[in-house]
């Protein structure tokens, strides 16, 4: 026997109406979109009492019934329930009274006879605002506190960095949602991480499934997230179950979305807006019981002016949106960093742990890491695995640093064309030592005194550098 599906929503939907044929109609198109959470109630009189011992996630809810009507049980629920979205099912002669119960307060109104196209929209809108509210509560909630609800779940994201932190605070607070989350941040700062936690935060049954987007193709991309029936291509020779619904139930995280084709982004607005998919060469839809969470470290903002992404999709995405900082704005965590990855390499190495110096900590915590904590784990574990010695040697990260430095950081500024030019212009030549001198204070200049920097710059030790000045302030001594 297969696996049951997951329940969606996560609190049930409670359909309230005298009509038995009405219920189960009701219940066949809610679960036609997916959503299977459901209870069913034929009289009104009995709403308060199911509220009493259950919460449910938003009420459809009839207009005329014997007994307590619509309207009357609308009144008691926006008084001691106003959280639970209410959606008043009337009939085409019930218009106005239909208006009148939006007016006090219902979340929407549909007709009957109830079609599909009309009541998932409405029911799925009506979720997502209580959800969006019971988030921002959390939010406001978290501004007030310092403190996370999970820490246990955030053990991996090594950091006690104050930004870190209020970020975690935000994953706390928008985890248990269905909107989708849009994580942006440089490639290795760990987007993916956050990603996992969000899906442990949710308490969600099913898997956390994650699809790289970069270099697929239109017709890749849908077989990859939708599946294939036999027969749907030449190929075709079986049924393949695609990411979404592997993902039932549980998460979505879709890695390097900006690399996503106009035509996929067409398709990937599509099953955002319906909840729902086609398998390729199918013509059944199925329900998308997934949470989507989306990262990138390109800017989607800058690619919609260029009208290279979708901005519909753009605004879609980005419900909620978490931006991971580069390391080089924590840099707090360097030492923290070090220590964990020199354990880890250890480990992996089986041997014992190297020492290493402050002057390493300072070095590290001067290099503007383009790569992020992935960089910074890669420059560790090659040293470590390398060395021989029970201190690291910081010759070997100088070395290590200069080739691979971001342009423009203060390490790798490259050498000036202006020396050439000077000395063809020169009557008397300069002396090596009014030469060096000067070729010190340059490269002070551009470090803002920075010592260890500027020794980068010269392609000496800090040790040799700190030498030679201490040498010109006594010359200068003497000479006065």
């Not at 549909?110 to 921002?136: C, G, S, T």
């Amino acid at each position: 026997m297969g696996k049951a599906p997951p329940l969606q929503p996560l609190f049930p939907i409670l359909v309230v109406d005298d009509e038995e044929h009405a219920l189960k109609g009701f219940e066949l198109t809610l679960r036609s979109g997916g959503l299977n959470h459901i209870l069913l109630c034929p009289e009104g009189a009995h709403v308060f009492e199911i509220l009493s011992r259950q919460e449910v996630e938003i009420i459809l809810l009839d207009l005329v019934m014997p007994g307590l009507s619509g309207e009357e049980v609308l009144s008691g629920l926006k008084e001691r329930h106003p959280e639970i979205p209410v959606i008043m099912v009337t009939g085409t002669n019930e218009v106005e009274t239909a208006v009148r119960c939006m007016q006090k307060g219902a979340f929407d109104y549909v007709l009957k006879p109830v079609h599909k196209e009309r009541l998932l929209p409405a029911v799925q809108r009506a979720i997502e605002i209580r959800q969006l509210r019971q988030e921002n509560a959390r939010l406001a909630q978290s501004f007030f506190s310092e403190s996370l609800e999970h820490p246990e779940l955030f053990a991996k994201i090594l950091t006690q960095s104050g930004k870190m932190h209020a970020v975690f605070r935000y994953c706390e607070a928008i985890a248990g949602g269905n909107s989708p989350i849009l994580i942006t941040g440089e490639t290795g700062v760990g987007k993916e991480l956050i990603a996992e936690v969000l899906h442990r935060l949710s308490g969600r049954p099913g898997e956390f499934v994650a699809v790289n987007a970069a270099g697929l193709d239109d017709n890749v991309f849908s077989d990859a997230l939708f599946g294939h029936v036999k027969g749907a291509f030449t190929d075709a020779v079986s049924v393949r179950t695609g990411q979404i619904e592997r993902a039932g139930g549980g998460t979505l995280f879709m890695d390097e979305i900006g690399d996503l084709s106009l035509s996929s982004q067409v398709k990937l607005l599509r099953l955002l807006d319906k909840h729902e998919y086609f398998p390729l060469g199918s013509d059944v839809a199925k329900p998308a019981r997934v949470r989507f969470l989306f990262a990138t470290h390109k800017d989607l903002g800058e690619m919609v002016a260029k009208t290279q992404f979708r901005e519909d999709l753009f605004f879609r995405l980005r419900t909620h949106h978490i931006h991971i900082p580069p390391l080089r704005e924590r840099m707090d965590d360097i030492q923290l960093l070090i220590d964990y990855f020199i354990d880890s390499a250890a480990v992996e190495f089986n041997k014992r742990p190297p020492g290493y110096t402050s002057e390493l900590v300072t070095l590290l915590q001067e290099h503007p890491f383009p790569g992020n904590v992935r960089e910074l784990r890669a420059l560790i574990f090659d040293a470590v695995g390398c060395s021989s010695l029970p201190v690291l040697s910081l010759e070997s990260f100088n070395t290590v640093l200069k080739k691979h430095s971001m342009p423009g950081s203060a390490a790798v500024i490259p050498p000036t064309p202006l020396i050439k030019p000077w000395l063809a212009q020169l009557k008397k030549f300069p002396t090596l030592r009014e030469t060096s001198t000067a070729l010190v204070q340059e490269a002070l200049s551009r470090t803002g005194n920075n010592q260890r920097a500027a020794a980068l710059l010269l392609g000496i030790s800090p040790q040799a550098l700190n030498q030679r000045l201490k040498k010109d302030r006594q010359s200068r001594k003497r000479s006065k």
